[in-house]
C-alpha cells in the first residue's frame, strides 16, 4: 500500500472521525467510550497544541485517510515533563495489517526529535494484544500495569504504560 503520511489538518475531521467512532463503537480497542462528532474533532485539531505532532496517513491511490496518530506534551503544568509526548495511534478496522501505524510511527519519530521529544509513552489496554505488538515492534517498551483503570461497558479493564526512548 503507497500511503502519504501528512499533517492533519481540520478539513480531515469526517474522515478521522469516520475511522475513530467505529473503533470506540466495538468497545475493544480503546478505552474512549463515546463518539466524537466531526465539529469537535475539527475544533481539536484547529487547537492541537503547538508542541503536538498529529498525522494521518492517506492511500496515495484514492486519497482515503485510512489511520492517524497524535501525540501531545504529557503535561503542561511542569515544565519537568517537556521531554515527554504521549501518542494515540488509530488505523481503519477494515485495513489493518498493512503497515499503516508504521509508517505514523516512522513520521512522528521524526518530528518529535526536531521538537526535542526525548521520551513517548502511552497506556494500551490489556486485552489488546494486536495493539501491544503494533508498540513492541516499534521499540515500546512495557513498563507496568493500571490495574483497573477502565470501566468500559461495566467491566474493569487493565491498561499497560509502555515507552519508548527516542
Known amino acids: ?37 466531526v465539529e469537535a474533532e475539527r475544533e481539536y485539531i484547529a487547537n492541537f497544541p503547538a508542541r503536538g505532532i498529529f498525522h494521518v496517513a492517506v492511500r496515495q491511490d484514492d486519497q ?8 501531545e506534551p504529557f503535561a ?44 513517548i509513552f502511552t497506556f494500551i489496554r490489556s486485552d489488546n494484544p494486536a495493539a501491544l505488538a503494533t508498540y513492541q515492534r516499534q521499540g515500546f517498551q512495557v513498563i ?5 483503570q477502565a470501566r468500559i461497558n461495566g467491566r474493569y479493564v487493565d491498561e499497560l504504560m509502555v515507552e519508548k526512548f527516542l
Open 144 to 148: 507496568g500495569t493500571a490495574h483497573r
Open 1 to 37: 500500500m503507497n500511503l502519504v503520511v501528512r499533517p492533519a489538518q481540520p478539513e480531515d475531521a469526517a474522515a478521522i472521525v469516520g475511522i475513530f467512532n467505529p473503533i470506540i463503537e466495538t468497545g475493544k480497542y480503546t478505552v474512549f467510550d463515546t463518539p466524537f462528532t
Open 76 to 119: 503542561t503544568y511542569t515544565h519537568a515533563f517537556d521531554h515527554v509526548g504521549v501518542v494515540g495511534t488509530y488505523v481503519d478496522l477494515a485495513e489493518r495489517g498493512h503497515g499503516i501505524a508504521g509508517h505514523l510511527f516512522d513520521a512522528t519519530f521524526e518530528v518529535a526529535q526536531q521538537k526535542c521529544y526525548e521520551k
Open 64 to 71: 482515503k485517510i485510512v489511520g492517524f496518530q497524535s501525540m
